[in-house]
C-alpha cells in the first residue's frame, strides 16, 4: 500500500489544521492505521492511532486533548485534526499502517507516507 499524507502548512500558534493520508494499492481496512511525527534532530514519536472500525482511538500525552483521529474506511483515508497548535508540534507529520506489534511502536509499522510538514509559529 502507498500512503500519501497532505495538508501541512504554516500556522500561528492555536490555530488549527487538518491532516489526510489517502491509502492506495493496496486496503487499510484491516489494520490499526497510526500518526507518527518528527521533528528534526528527533526521533519519529507516536502521536495517534486509531483501530480498524475506528472505535478504538489513543493519542500521544503531548497531544492529548488537542489532536483527534479519525478514518473512513470506505474513501481509504486516515485523518488528524489538530487544534490548538504549538510550536512545539512543528514537526513532519507521517501516517503509517501498523503490521505487527505495539502501535506505540514505530518499527511495527509497514509503510509509511513521504510525510508532510507543519509549521507552527510562536
Known amino acids: 500500500v502507498q500512503l500519501q499524507a497532505s495538508g501541512g502548512g504554516l500556522v500561528q500558534a492555536g490555530g488549527s489544521l487538518r491532516l489526510s493520508c489517502a491509502a492506495s494499492?493496496?486496503?487499510?481496512?484491516?489494520?490499526?492505521m497510526g500518526w507518527f511525527r518528527q521533528a528534526p534532530g528527533k526521533e519519529r514519536e507516536f502521536v495517534a492511532a486509531?483501530?480498524?472500525?475506528?472505535?478504538?482511538?489513543v493519542s500521544g500525552d503531548s497531544v492529548k486533548g488537542r489532536f483527534a483521529i479519525s478514518r473512513d474506511n470506505e474513501k481509504s483515508t486516515v485523518s488528524l485534526q489538530m487544534n490548538d497548535l504549538k510550536a512545539e508540534d512543528t514537526a513532519v507529520y507521517y501516517c503509517?499502517?501498523?503490521?505487527?506489534?505495539?502501535?506505540?511502536?514505530?518499527?511495527?509499522?509497514?509503510?509509511w507516507g513521504q510525510g508532510t510538514l507543519v509549521t507552527v509559529s510562536s
Open positions: 494499492g493496496g486496503s487499510i481496512s484491516n489494520y490499526v
Open positions: 486509531i483501530s480498524q472500525t475506528g472505535g478504538n482511538r
Open positions: 503509517g499502517r501498523l503490521a505487527r506489534g505495539s502501535h506505540y511502536d514505530r518499527r511495527g509499522y509497514d509503510s
